[in-house]
């Protein structure tokens, strides 16, 4: 062989040489895909309504074998935007026995009391609030008349 052949550059670049020039672009990419789905997974998670309502069972009485009693504390950003709380009974093997929708109308206090009784099919152990929510059902709604 001549020694022109010797000082040309190699047809095909060193598997070294290629990792080093591609390493920064795969960790920039990487990093922005990871931040990508960060800001996914917060937009996806975050609470779908403005006004962010919190609810939290005070007590229960239970009255008889068919009806218990449950008292709970809404608190809500928003106090003039009426909600709507489910509220459910569980017998003593954790069977839910009850469960009713209450219509919590709009306040001037952000944080209000409700007591509603709950009819059941079995003898009822306990009452809680299984969650609160702004859409408010048009059957729940006040008619306006």
């Known amino acids: 062989m001549s020694s022109t052949q010797h000082d040309q550059p190699p047809?095909?670049?060193?598997a070294a040489a290629t990792g080093r020039t591609k390493r920064p672009l795969v960790?920039?990419?990487g990093?922005?895909?990871a931040l990508g789905i960060a800001v996914i997974a917060y937009l996806g998670y975050r609470p779908i309504t403005s006004t962010p309502i919190e609810a939290e069972a005070l007590g229960y009485e239970v009255i008889d074998d068919a009806t218990i009693t449950v008292r709970f504390k809404v608190v809500r950003d928003d106090p003039s935007a009426d909600v709507v709380?489910?509220?459910r009974s569980r017998s003593r093997d954790g069977s839910e026995t009850g469960r009713r929708e209450?219509?919590?109308p709009g306040s001037t206090s952000s944080?209000?009391?409700v007591t509603t009784t709950i009819t059941t099919s079995k003898p009822p152990g306990m009452?809680?609030?299984y969650?609160?929510?702004g859409s408010v059902p048009q059957y729940l709604q006040p008619q306006q008349g």
């Open 111 to 113: 944080a209000v009391e």
């Open 31 to 33: 990093v922005l895909f």
């Open 11 to 14: 047809r095909y670049p060193e």
């Open 127 to 129: 009452a809680e609030v």
């Open 85 to 87: 709380c489910i509220v």
């Open 131 to 133: 969650g609160c929510g």
């Open 102 to 104: 209450v219509l919590v």
């Open 27 to 29: 960790i920039v990419l």
